[in-house]
């Protein structure tokens, strides 16, 4: 205990502002990402824009994407133009897009708003690991990103808490507080002092060549194209957890049981968190972030004596059975324990990618082969954009299942109808309840059979990595 403190004396002023530049801007991000998917898709008297879930998952997936693509560049911009400057800069971005995003209601405009909101966190990305990465040394670097780490969940935990206190009055209210949370980085970039970085003279155009003929040098290691590839399974299994679950609970899973029993024993939960006698989707889904709260360190300090690779594919497959298992059933307590399980193997899988890249890089390409770790996220979030949209929709989706039952019935129901108003003209006329709807409807089409898809991904990932790593690496 007294060695740790002693660690954290070490540490600069600047390294503990940038620590919580990236909480506030992690709580900024999550308020709104967390509640984004059911934001995209939900019926319109709900404050939904009733997209499609292929026009979500094109969405999401492709937005995202390049979020994680554009940090290869925007990091040297930031090398040429100062890191001060370029937060500022992405700050604004950030700032605007999210007071502007509630005011687009077309997928053109709305898709336009998200790239251009992603344009400022790429700006942000490299910078603040850039940061990190310079008021730490070999000594300290351990806990100072252990550190880092931590305030990215405890951000992504506090956002979806905050804004989904605020969601059922005006879901506008969830941008403007996310644009209010990333405010308060202007405030404390007054106190930021740039680290030191390489200045150069080199015209931006050259540096940014550069970076593209780094990435074809790196593509050309066939070996470590097909270890992104086999990444960027994990990663796509790994994002359904923002993309299609909080769509999934929220058109399936039964939640007034969890709702009643907050009521009778912690009231300002379900007060906050809960909407007509069932609590909200992003609550449940928030819940991963919870856990990595809690046992993070406990999960560390279990897996950093094993062997990254052993790690990875354990991880993979805990992950794998957990999220797959979040969309078996319509039980809610069974969802939070599947969660659970799959928050233990990202614990454990998650920080163990980067050290095996570090590991099967060549010893004298380790920085240019670090710098790509990103490929995996980006190829992952557009690979999730595709299961969460078309895939989900034409298996999972509660409104296209029931409107081919209503097709088949010969029913004549009005498609200019919100979507909440077109399900319970469909009850009427099938003379049920929305209950007894959503359950005819599960279990007549059997919605749930996605987690087959997400498990075959996350599973295939976890058998290629362990196949990959015995063939591709036997001398090791």
């Known amino acids: 205990m007294n060695s740790t403190l002693a660690t954290f004396k070490k540490f600069p002023r600047t390294f503990w502002i940038a620590n919580t530049i990236e909480l506030f801007e992690r709580w900024a991000w999550y308020g709104f990402f967390m509640l984004f998917a059911n934001y995209l898709t939900g019926s319109t008297d709900d404050g939904g824009l009733q997209f499609s879930q292929a026009q979500k998952g094109t969405l999401m997936g492709v937005g995202t994407g390049i979020l994680y693509f554009l940090p290869v560049i925007t990091g040297a911009i930031a090398d040429k133009f100062g890191y001060r400057r370029v937060l500022a800069l992405a700050f604004l971005i950030y700032a605007s897009a999210f007071v502007l995003l509630p005011h687009f209601n077309s997928f053109t405009g709305v898709f336009i708003m998200y790239l ?12 603040i690991s850039a940061t990190i990465a310079k008021t730490t040394t070999d000594e300290t670097s351990t806990i100072g990103f252990g550190n880092f780490y931590m305030m990215v969940n405890i951000g992504a935990f506090l956002g979806p808490m905050l804004t989904l206190i605020f969601k059922n009055s005006s879901y ?4 403007y507080i996310s644009a209010g949370m990333i405010s308060v980085n202007f405030i404390l970039l007054l106190f930021y002092r740039e680290p030191n970085r390489i200045k150069t003279d080199e015209p931006l155009i050259i540096t940014i060549k550069q970076v593209f003929i780094n990435i074809y040098k790196v593509f050309l290691d066939y070996k470590f194209v097909i270890f992104l590839i086999i990444a960027s399974g994990f990663w796509t299994m790994y994002l359904q957890l923002f993309f299609t679950l909080p769509v999934f609970i929220s058109q399936w899973v039964d939640t007034s049981g969890m709702y009643q029993y907050f009521s009778e024993n912690m009231p300002l939960i379900a007060e906050n968190y809960g909407h007509n006698g069932v609590m909200e989707a992003e609550f449940i889904t928030n819940f991963d972030a919870l856990f990595i709260i809690a046992f993070q360190i406990v999960i ?24 797959s298992l979040s969309f078996f059933t ?29 590991r099967i890089a060549p010893s004298d390409k380790k920085a240019l082969y670090m710098g790509y770790s990103f490929i995996p ?34 029913l004549q129901i009005s498609t200019e109808l919100s979507h909440n108003e077109y399900f319970s003209s469909a009850a009427e006329q099938l003379n049920m309840s929305n209950l007894e709807l959503t359950n005819y409807l599960w279990m007549t089409y059997n919605p749930s059979q ?5 498990a075959a991904i996350g599973g295939g990932a976890a ?14």
């Not at 251009?116 to 910078?127: I, T």
């Not at 279990?302 to 059975?321: D, E, N, P, Q, Y």
């Open 330 to 358: 319509q039980d809610v307590t069974f969802i939070v324990v599947a969660i659970f399980i799959f928050s233990i193997g990202e614990m454990s899988a998650s920080p163990k990618i980067t050290e095996y890249i570090g």
């Open 116 to 127: 251009y909101l992603a344009v400022g966190a790429a700006l942000f990305k490299p910078v």
């Open 463 to 476: 058998i290629a990595l362990a196949l990959y790593n015995q063939f591709m690496f036997k001398k090791n």
């Open 450 to 454: 996605i987690w087959w898809v997400i």
């Open 377 to 410: 996220l980006f190829l992952g979030n557009i690979f999730a954009g595709i299961v969460s949209g078309t895939v989900y929709q034409d298996m999972s989706d509660k409104h296209t299942l029931l409107l081919k039952e209503v097709n088949e019935r010969g």
């Open 300 to 323: 560390s300090s279990l897996v950093m004596r094993w062997k990254a690779l052993s790690t990875m594919v354990g991880g993979f497959i805990i992950a794998t059975l957990g999220l």
């Open 172 to 175: 506008d209210l969830v941008f």
